[in-house]
């Protein structure tokens, strides 16, 4: 069974450094969503993706967090510079497309900021 | 505004016996309705979800939740409970339609004990 990919699956650093994160969605989905999860709490959004360009990147703090998606299949996260607010879990989903609605997630990257 | 809320933070229940996880939500039109379940340091896996039809949905390891439009409700529901079912569950709505995103509620962590 096709899965997303993400990598590192954890991730020690200290603040003011930078992070990057790697995800590789199922083949062919063309949705790809990525999600910070802060412990005792549900995911939230930070960024979807249709194809290479940006859906939604409202709640993504813009002044130390980008992401990209520059050929529409994988996409990388980044964090720069980390601050010890940022720990969390970020979750990676990808989606076929609208009609079948399910998004899969990944196995996430744990981030621990020092 | 989209919201879900899920009431217990936890839920004990006896292996072999009934388990019921809570969730209402809000949304303004129909609602497309989700859970998933979360192991320790892992990502979310997709249990069963509501688009339309059969207010009754069965998804997989034997869960089934029932939509109730008028309680604004979507209760995980198993006939038997095992020790392998306890982890953490979140339950998801966005709003019909192709643009909407997904938000998930806090979290029910289910314990199941022999």
């Known amino acids: 069974e096709a899965e997303v990919a993400q990598s590192p699956r954890y991730k020690i650093t200290e603040k003011s450094q930078a992070v990057a994160f790697w995800c590789d969605p199922i083949?062919?989905?063309?949705?790809l969503y990525w999600y910070r999860q802060i412990l005792g709490q549900g995911p939230e959004l930070l960024v979807q993706?249709?194809?290479?360009?940006?859906?939604?990147d409202s709640q993504l703090p813009k002044d130390r967090f980008s992401a990209e998606r520059l050929k529409g299949v994988d996409s990388t996260l980044k964090i720069q510079p980390a601050e010890l607010g940022d720990s969390a879990m970020y979750l990676c989903?990808?989606?076929?497309?609208?009609?079948?609605?399910?998004?899969?997630f990944g196995p996430g990257t744990r981030l621990t900021v020092l | 505004a989209q919201s879900v809320a899920q009431p217990e933070d936890q839920v004990n229940v006896a292996e072999g016996n009934p388990l019921t996880v809570k969730c209402t939500y809000s949304?303004?039109?129909?609602?497309?309705l989700f859970w998933y379940v979360q192991y320790p340091n892992r990502g979310l896996q997709f249990l069963l979800k509501?688009?339309?039809?059969?207010?009754l949905v069965k998804g997989s390891y034997g869960f089934e939740a029932e939509f109730n439009k008028s309680q604004t409700s979507f209760h995980l529901k198993k006939p038997s409970a095992l020790v392998s079912d306890s982890a953490l569950y979140f339950c998801?709505?966005?709003?019909?339609?192709?643009?909407?995103?997904?938000?998930f509620g806090t979290g029910t962590r289910l314990q199941v004990t022999l």
């Open positions: 989903a990808s989606r076929l497309d609208p009609n079948t609605d399910t998004q899969y």
């Open positions: 083949s062919g989905h063309a949705t």
């Open positions: 949304v303004s039109g129909n609602p497309y």
């Open positions: 509501y688009i339309t039809g059969d207010n």
């Open positions: 993706f249709q194809d290479e360009s940006v859906v939604d």
């Open positions: 998801a709505v966005r709003k019909g339609g192709t643009a909407s995103k997904l938000t």
